[in-house]
């Protein structure tokens, strides 16, 4: 039933507009009371992503069950979940896509339903990351920055595919766009700053040698610094 809605009101609204289709033209076209049709979605627009629920269930599983491995490449997996999504219907989610961008009220939905997205990643990297002394200090930030930068790489690549009208591989142009994000956070680059062990306490005359990977991330850099002066 809740495919049946869902394809019935997308066809209105494809139809005659977003606005100017109401929940009972919805009803009707379905042969279904309008009781059925608040049983499945709470508004008009649930009834245009039907799908996300599902998605973020399935995105929350997948998590669940990934303990170790590096934790920057487990979300960009899990963000490939979203494109799988996409790719299973690509003319509906072509559709999906110009309707959505015709209607401010669809933006502003879909822009909740990112959110949602994005702090189950970020839920998941802190969780990862709580344990661990060099990442709990700052695991909170670390870990919405991350989802942030994952969700935007996704869709970046995931709208290239949509504007073109779902011509191409979808997965090439996502997978690209996330490769930058592990190239700039994943634990490789992390770990990418080691230093000399350095006696403790360290005074003022004392040199601290510091090595580090061309293209490692600053924060990384500093926070190693800090370590091996202790703190100061």
């Not at 309008?34 to 599902?54: G, I, L, M, Q, T």
């Not at 924060?219 to 091996?228: C, G, L, N, P, T």
């Amino acid at each position: 039933m809740r495919d049946v809605l869902a394809e019935a009101a997308f066809g209105l609204f494809m139809e005659r507009g977003f606005e100017r289709t109401t929940v009972d033209d919805i009803v009707a076209r379905a042969g279904v009371g309008r009781r059925s049709f608040f049983r499945y979605f709470p508004s008009k627009e649930d009834a245009v992503f039907p799908d996300h629920e599902r998605c973020l269930a399935d995105m929350t599983a997948f998590l669940a069950a990934a303990d170790d491995g590096d934790p920057v490449a487990t979300v960009c997996d899990a963000a490939r979940l979203v494109l799988r999504m996409y790719a299973e219907k690509p003319e509906f989610s072509v559709q999906r896509y110009r309707l959505t961008r015709e209607v401010p009220g669809l933006r502003t939905y879909e822009l909740s339903v990112v959110r949602r997205y994005e702090r189950t990643l970020a839920g998941y990297l802190e969780r990862r990351w709580a344990e661990d002394p060099d990442a709990a200090p700052d695991a909170a930030l670390r870990a919405e920055v991350i989802a942030a930068s994952v969700v935007a790489a996704h869709n970046n690549g995931l709208r290239s595919w949509l504007r073109s009208g779902g011509v191409g591989d979808a997965g090439a142009e996502v997978d690209r766009a996330l490769e930058l994000v592990r190239a700039v956070w994943s634990e490789a680059d992390e770990r990418s700053v080691t230093s000399a062990p350095a006696p403790a306490p360290v005074s003022e005359d004392e040199v601290i040698v510091m090595v580090a990977r061309k293209g490692a991330p600053m924060w990384r850099v500093v926070q190693h610094i800090e370590s091996a002066l202790g703190g100061a």
